[in-house]
């Protein structure tokens, strides 16, 4: 939850303001946009008569859908190959965590067993147990753990990969022949090595996580199942009535430019991109490295990418802080006036944090200061600027 | 529902397309902004670099309302003088149906006792009942109509006035002390007389019914306690993080010409808008006279409208037709090609039905003219145009 209560931290200065990589606000990717280049390409353009109706396309299971943003989307995931969109439905929302909860009501209200139980993975992603919870729906019940799960019966798991908050590429864990939601809110080549194009029945994206437009609002499903769909919509429908217009044209003109800059390198958004996250990972490694053993971060295996044509790591959009001692290190970050999302609220241990990697470049690298001088507490070394 | 299943009628044609009337896209007021006055104002720019964060204000309780859409809303009711905003937390949503969630949430979650009881006196906005219903809650109830609700305890009063379906004005009707959220959508002087600011603890208003932008998805919420609004602010944030920039940056621009077009009768939407539904409802109740005593519809009372400086009628932006003869009249209209929301989903009877009254032009004459079929099958005659 986005919650600012804990931001009052009363001793915090001007020499030290709170830095808050609590949330994942993607921002770090603005400067792309800003770029001389890009600076004047995605001008959208909305005179005040345009994009009054409720309705864009009523012949379409999703009727609040914009036909050319359905065209945007298939070509963009055909130029990455990071997903199949033949014989889908797509599905827009509100961003993918109203998706996610359209998903949940979808297939509980189509299943005959309820409330069904929903899993994931520790950890997860803990928006999850929110969606999952808040409204104490009768549909569908959070049970945690998947890895623990041994209730019998129908069931959802979640699945994201790479993982929220531990980066790590997920397969289901439950393979009882339960439903299972894909998560795919980091499946972009700047993020992980695209390996195979996924093919499963309810696939999520969002805009905010690919070129950082967060404020947009929008993501969308792709799913196989028509019945599963329509009650998707349903859900949306009833929600919210659909999906603003004005950010559906905008998701278009940036996604459509996405796709275009794949063919030219120098232009290319997802090489920026990997050459922005990979770097930032170089500096918290160098970091992490520096302070001897006090600190712990995931390996990532090498895979072969086809969309770069190369092998290469994972470098998450958050990065999976551990301490090697039982400390409560969000606590330990909270002096340091570093807010981040303790591990507990991921279903794991108080001795893991979820850190945002794509906040402005200044809070990363005050970040990186702060962390050494937890293990030096008077040090002032220089951290080596891996930036490209 | 937005269920397109019933559009499927076999036998329309050509001559006779489809009229749909069930819901109520606001599409009649795009000539306003069409004009050759209006057609370059309200152009919303915005560059690719821009809106991209998932906060607007980390230190305001509704963390992403854009504070200039805020005093927009407020400029808006200061002109209009229908409803008090001092003292008030201004919640801002993806639609009024997402604010009317969240504050079901938020009421329900902050009493002791569980489920709470929803109710809205019959005839009352059929989406009302799905709201409650559709996620299967364990924290309220859908209990229907407030005249006949007699269980003891809490409960939650949903207040429309003017009402949808029915245009009538409205109070509450249980008295004991329950909770009430006032929704007035269409509480703006095109619909009805502004007899005094509405000043209550939780009102909801829309934009899309003000001046016809349904496709933003924007709607507002004025609430009193600051529990209140955290919790539906909390809501919002686990349902959608949030609402789309893009909208609310183009609702600004668009309330903000409503506020100044208030001080030129020539430009006054309001002046216009106004006109616009008066000759809509002249015309139609020409027809129904015609009609002998086939159809029904309500009369409503004149009243001093503070903000016309003069005593005028309602015209509500949809008409509750009904049928002298026990019929069904959604059947009897949907004959004749013509869609309108049955009564008995608005908790009253069959000879009801709602029907949209602000839908383009075209579509209104040919309802009208079908209307009058039903009496006279062989009738061809004019309808006297009362367009302004």
Not at 156 to 172: K, L, M, Y
Not at 222 to 233: N, Y
Not at 358 to 363: A, C, E, F, T, V
């Amino acid at each position: 939850m986005f919650g600012f209560e804990n931001m009052k931290i009363s001793s915090s200065d001007a020499a030290n303001p709170v830095i808050n990589l609590d949330q994942g606000d993607p921002t770090a990717f603005q400067e792309y946009w800003m770029s001389m280049t890009m600076k004047e390409r995605c001008v959208v353009v909305i005179p005040g008569w345009d994009l009054m109706s409720y309705f864009s396309d009523k012949t379409n299971v999703c009727w609040f859908l914009r036909q050319d943003l359905a065209e945007a989307i298939k070509a963009l995931h055909r130029a990455i190959g990071n997903a199949a969109t033949e014989e889908r439905y797509i599905v827009v929302g509100n961003g993918s965590s109203q998706l996610c909860q359209a998903a949940l009501f979808a297939l509980s209200s189509l299943s005959e067993d309820k409330p069904l139980s929903i899993v994931a993975a520790v950890p997860y992603y803990s928006t999850y147990e929110e969606e999952a919870s808040y409204v104490q729906s009768q549909l569908y019940k959070w049970e945690g753990d998947a890895r623990t799960f041994n209730k019998p019966g129908p069931y959802i798991e979640i699945v994201t990969s790479p993982n929220n908050p531990d980066g790590t590429i997920r397969e289901p864990v439950v393979n009882r022949g339960g439903k299972v939601i894909y998560d795919f809110a980091y499946y972009w080549p700047h993020y992980t090595p695209i390996t195979h194009r996924q093919d499963h029945d309810i696939m999520l994206f969002t805009f905010s996580k690919i070129a950082g437009h967060a404020g947009s609002r929008i993501g969308w499903a792709l799913v196989k199942d028509i019945e599963v769909a329509k009650k998707m919509v349903q859900y949306l429908t009833i929600n919210s009535i659909g999906v603003s217009k004005e950010s559906q044209i905008r998701a278009t003109v940036i996604l459509n430019e996405l796709t275009k800059s794949c063919r030219i390198k120098s232009e290319s958004f997802f090489e920026y991109g990997n050459e922005k996250v990979k770097t930032r990972w170089e500096s918290l490694r160098w970091v992490v490295d520096k302070t001897g053993d006090t600190f712990t971060l995931p390996d990532y295996p090498q895979a072969f990418c086809n969309f770069f044509g190369k092998s290469s790591s994972t470098y998450p959009a958050f990065a999976w802080l551990g301490c090697n001692e039982d400390k409560d290190l969000e606590s330990l970050l909270k002096e340091k006036y570093v807010l981040t999302r303790g591990g507990e609220r991921c279903g794991s241990d108080k001795k893991y944090v979820r850190v945002n990697m794509l906040g402005p470049n200044k809070d990363f690298e005050d970040f990186l200061n702060r962390l050494l001088t937890i293990k030096y507490p008077n040090c002032f070394e220089e951290i080596p600027c891996f930036e490209p």
